[in-house]
């Protein structure tokens, strides 16, 4: 079968004819196949919705119970046929629940990544390869300028800059949900035993984490107004970039704003941000793992998404693979 006759994209987002389904569809549609619970990718309104159990969870919390009319959960592995076209979902080591999605009807499969990365994290589960006739991968930071450090060493910066400043308190700017978990962790893996203090726009979400089994040691609320301020002298506060930015921020003890993100390798985002300590911490593949994995599938075809997809496309070509880019809309960095 053509690969694109099996998948194609459309207005509303991948789609599949034959089992008539979008994956990570931007507008309301009838059947969506979901790879993992950011906002972009994961959106209400949907009738029914195919996914991890985990992402199910998460889109509960973040949109309430009428997030769709129906849902069904896939784990990992597990091979479903919907109208015909096998499906099956396969950790994407993104965030908690984050799956790739392998779609196959009469001898090719298509596997779309979703979002995905090759570090090892605590906070989910682990990316495997899966063999595929075609490749759908993103491209968020596939520019060959983006070698991400190790995300120990950026923690380590954090630990430092405790140290040096033990009357401050470090706002750390982290996506809700994935990045935030995961700095916690790395903290903690870094024999950082502290209280963590988290905005109260994560504690739903670290909650849940902490209901799958991960550890992410003793968090309190950053409620100053039930507080002594003189508490956050020296502690680690978590929220989203967003909150820093208003009076919230500015009641702490002489802040320090740090962000976690793949993109403060890029010193003048750090600076429109106003951070004083950027940490490159990203939760996508880096340039090396995108072709790495490339070249660990040995795809027929590769096509790239929601990126910088030129220039993987370009080195696709000069591998002698075949590649194009998708051009779909919709899908933004804010999870990085």
Avoid at 158 to 173: D, I, K, M, N, Y
Avoid at 183 to 198: K, Q, W
Wanted: glycine share 8%; charged share 25%; proline share 7%.
């Amino acid at each position: 079968m053509r690969p694109d006759a099996l998948l194609y994209p459309a207005p509303e987002g991948l789609y599949c004819p034959e089992g008539g389904f979008y994956v990570d569809p931007v507008r309301p549609v009838e059947q969506a196949l979901v790879t993992h619970g950011h906002s972009d990718h994961a959106r209400p309104g949907h009738v029914n919705v195919l996914a991890t159990r985990q992402t199910l969870d998460i889109m509960r919390l973040r949109y309430g119970d009428g997030f769709c009319a129906s849902e069904q959960a896939a784990a990992f592995g597990e091979e479903l046929l919907v109208n015909g076209v096998k499906v099956s979902f396969h950790p994407a080591g993104h965030v908690l629940g984050s799956a790739q999605i392998a779609i196959e009807k009469n001898g090719t499969r298509i596997v779309v990544s979703g979002d995905y990365k090759r570090r090892p994290d605590p906070t989910c589960a682990a990316y495997v390869p899966v063999a595929c006739d075609v490749f759908i991968t993103e491209a968020t930071f596939g520019l060959p300028v983006f070698h991400h450090p190790d995300p120990m060493d950026e923690t380590a910066k954090l630990l430092a800059s405790l140290r040096q400043f033990p009357e401050r308190t470090h706002l750390v700017g982290a996506y809700a949900l994935g990045k935030a978990q995961r700095v916690i962790r790395l903290l903690r893996d870094a024999g950082y035993a502290e209280p963590i203090y988290i905005h109260g726009a994560m504690e739903k979400l670290c909650d849940y984490y902490i209901e799958q089994g991960i550890d992410l040691g003793e968090l309190l609320p950053a409620t100053i107004e039930s507080r002594d301020k003189s508490a956050f002298r020296g502690a680690v506060v978590i929220g989203p970039s967003s909150a820093f930015a208003d009076r919230w921020a500015r009641r702490f003890n002489e802040p320090l704003p740090a962000f976690a993100s793949g993109w403060m390798m890029v010193r003048q985002r750090a600076k429109q941000h106003g951070v004083e300590l950027p940490l490159v911490i990203s939760d996508h593949c880096d340039w090396p793992e995108l072709t790495e994995t490339i070249r660990e599938l040995h795809p027929a075809e590769v096509w790239v998404t929601h990126g910088r997809e030129e220039a993987l496309v370009r080195w696709c070509h000069l591998q002698g693979i075949k590649a194009k880019p998708l051009h779909l809309v919709g899908y933004e960095d804010e999870g990085d």
